[in-house]
C-alpha cells in the first residue's frame, strides 16, 4: 500500500527528467495486486482504471477493494485519507466489494476480461465469514475469481482494527479455504510473518503454516512475501524458500515494500532473490499494491525494471505475466453455489 517516498524513485540529479517511468514497465505485464477503492471506499472507476492500465503497460490486473474502512471521528479536524493519517480506528466495510463488483460489470466486456476481480469485505474473526462470500458469488456470479486481500497480521492497521486480532490460522477462515479450495479459487492474504518488536525470529509465521498445512488443497498468495512496515527477519530469502519448497500451491507477490527494502535495495538487485525467482517463477507474481491513485501504476511497475532484466526471458515471463493468469483465471466466473455445498460449509465453522 504504497504511501511513501519509494527508494528506488530517487533522482539521479546528473540526469534530464524523463517522463519514462509513466508509461510503467518495458515488459508488459499483469498488474497482480491492486486496490481500486481506497480507506473510505472511494474510486475513481472503471474507465479511469482501464486508462492508466493501457498507459502503464499493463494488459490485465488482479483488482480488489478493501475490508475495512477509517473512521473520521469526532475529534479529528481534517478528514482521514489513509489509515495511518492519524490515530483514529478502522471496522470492516462489506459494501466495498459491491463497489468493485459494479465498477467491474459498468465496463464493456472486452475491458472486464482484463480484470480478475477478489471478494475481501469481510471480517475474518467472525465465523459468519463465509455468509458474506455467498452472497457475493450468488448476486455477482460471473465477476469473482478468488478471495483476497485478507487481511490479517498487519503491524499498525491490526492495532487500529476494531474487534479481534486478524490472523492466518482463525477458524472463521476454515471454511472459506475449504471453498476456496474445492473451486480451485486463489486466497490472497496479508499476513506479517513477524511482529514489529520481533526482528530476530519470525513470531507470527506458525499462524500462517497452520493455514498451509491444514489446507494443502488452497491455493495460498501470500502478499508481499509476508513483510510490512518496520516487519522483517534475517535470512528472509531462506524463509520463502523453504515455505515454497514444502507447500506445494503456494504462491507469493512481490508487492510494495518487500521489493524496495530486501529483494532490491536502493536499486541494487540482490543475487540470492534473482536465483530465487529463477527457480520459483512459476510461483512469483508482481504488483504495484496501489491504493487507487491509478496515475501512478506506472511508477510503480516501473521500478521492477532493473530487476525483470537480470532474469532469464522464461523466468520474466511467468511472474509478468503466465503465473497470475495461471492462478488468477482458473474459475472466474464459473463458481456454482448449491443448497447443500453451503449447509456443508456452513457445518465447518465449528472449533
Known amino acids: 500500500m504504497p504511501n511513501e517516498a519509494i527508494p528506488t524513485w530517487t533522482r539521479d540529479p546528473t ?170 479459487l486463489p486466497v490472497l492474504m496479508h499476513q506479517n510473518i513477524t511482529s514489529v518488536s520481533k526482528s530476530d525470529h519470525p513470531v507470527y509465521l506458525y499462524e500462517l503454516e497452520e493455514a498451509l498445512r491444514d489446507f494443502p488443497r488452497t491455493r495460498f498468495v501470500l502478499a508481499h512475501c509476508g513483510i510490512s512496515r518496520r516487519v522483517n527477519v534475517p535470512f528472509y530469502h531462506e524463509m520463502i524458500k523453504r515455505l515454497l519448497d514444502q507447500y506445494p500451491l503456494l504462491v507469493v507477490d512481490y508487492s510494495w515494500i518487500i521489493f524496495d527494502v530486501v529483494i532490491c535495495p536502493n536499486g541494487k538487485p540482490q543475487k540470492e532473490w534473482i536465483e530465487l525467482t529463477e527457480e520459483y517463477s512459476e510461483r512469483i507474481c508482481l504488483g504495484s499494491d496501489m491504493v487507487t491513485k491509478f496515475e501512478r501504476i506506472g511508477p510503480e511497475l516501473q521500478r521492477y525494471d532493473v530487476f525483470l532484466d537480470q532474469l532469464s526471458e522464461t523466468a520474466r515471463a511467468n511472474i509478468c505475466w503466465h503465473t497470475p493468469e495461471r492462478v488468477y483465471s482458473r474459475n472466474k466466473g464459473k463458481v456454482k453455489l448449491t443448497e447443500t455445498s453451503l449447509d456443508y460449509y456452513a457445518s465447518i465453522t465449528g472449533y
Open 15 to 184: 540526469k534530464p527528467g524523463s517522463l519514462t517511468p509513466l508509461r510503467g514497465s518495458k515488459y508488459e505485464m499483469i498488474d497482480s495486486h491492486l486496490h481500486v477503492v481506497n480507506f473510505i471506499q472511494e474510486t475513481p472507476g472503471g474507465n479511469a482504471l482501464i486508462k492508466a492500465m493501457d498507459k502503464a503497460n499493463v494488459g490485465k490486473a488482479v483488482i480488489f477493494g478493501l475490508p475495512v474502512a477509517k473512521i473520521w471521528a469526532g475529534q479529528d479536524r481534517e478528514p482521514p485519507d489513509y489509515y495511518l493519517a492519524n490515530d483514529s480506528r478502522c471496522y470492516y466495510y462489506s459494501y466495498s466489494d459491491v463497489i468493485v463488483a459494479e465498477m467491474v460489470r459498468a465496463l464493456p466486456n472486452k475491458q472486464q476480461e482484463r480484470l480478475y476481480p477478489l471478494i475481501c469485505g469481510f471480517n475474518p474473526t467472525d465465523k459468519y465469514a463465509f455468509r458474506h462470500i455467498e452472497r457475493l458469488y450468488n448476486q455477482y456470479p460471473d465477476v469473482w475469481s478468488g478471495i483476497g486481500e485478507i487481511l490479517l497480521r498487519h503491524d499498525d492497521l491490526t492495532a487500529l482494527t476494531y474487534g479481534d486480532a486478524a490472523r492466518a490460522n482463525h477458524r472463521a477462515l476454515w471454511p472459506v479455504y475449504q471453498f476456496a479450495a474445492d473451486h480451485d
